[in-house]
């Protein structure tokens, strides 16, 4: 069976592990579990700034607030700024070969709308079962991607509070838990 490597992430030039290649057998493992690796770091980076960064400071002990224009303002990011932040310095540091972002439906910022087919297959296959991320493999150029896309959940009520409170957003009854969008995983992987 063919395998990618732990090493991708990396940038370790050999990619993929083969059957009868000398390795590590820890070090390699299907693209699908390092897609997941990657999700549950950043998921759980993402619920712990929003919940106890954002709400406890924003909402309840009431001495910073969070913003769109959080540093003329002199605040706090959004979650979703934190983690675009996050996406444009791994990008960077991968040489592109791991990316990541928000996309949604109900997009505040336009620019996290879905984009590509993949995207929008993808948020419907979501919004019928959360509970398994939507997968697949695109070429683009001379070069493979895998791609995984999982379910955005509001994990905090800041979250819900400035998606329902927005005049921009285009819905604003989220409750805990809903499905708000999606965060799409992007691995080169040849």
């Not at 990618?4 to 992430?9: A, E, G, K």
Request: charged content about 25%.
């Amino acid at each position: 069976m063919n395998r990618y490597c732990l090493l991708i992430l990396l940038g370790v030039p050999t990619l993929g592990c083969h059957a009868g290649a000398e390795a590590d057998p820890g070090a390699c493992v299907p693209v699908a579990n390092v897609a997941d690796y990657v999700h549950t770091t950043i998921e759980a980076d993402r619920a712990t700034y929003a919940e106890q960064v954002v709400h406890r400071l924003q909402n309840v002990e009431r001495v910073l607030k969070a913003s769109e224009k959080f540093q003329e303002d002199k605040a706090l990011p959004l979650p979703s700024q934190m983690l675009r932040m996050g996406a444009k310095a791994v990008a960077g540091s991968s040489q592109g070969k791991l990316r990541y972002a928000l996309i949604s439906e109900w997009a505040i910022n336009k620019a996290n709308m879905p984009k590509t087919d993949f995207e929008q297959k993808g948020l419907k296959a979501l919004a019928k079962n959360p509970g398994e991320p939507y997968r697949g493999f695109q070429e683009d150029a001379d070069q493979r991607y895998y791609m995984a896309l999982y379910p955005d959940k509001a994990v905090s009520q800041a979250c819900v509070d400035c998606h329902n409170d927005h005049p921009e957003s285009p819905r604003q009854d989220f409750k805990l838990g809903d499905v708000m969008g999606g965060l799409v995983i992007t691995m080169r992987v040849n």
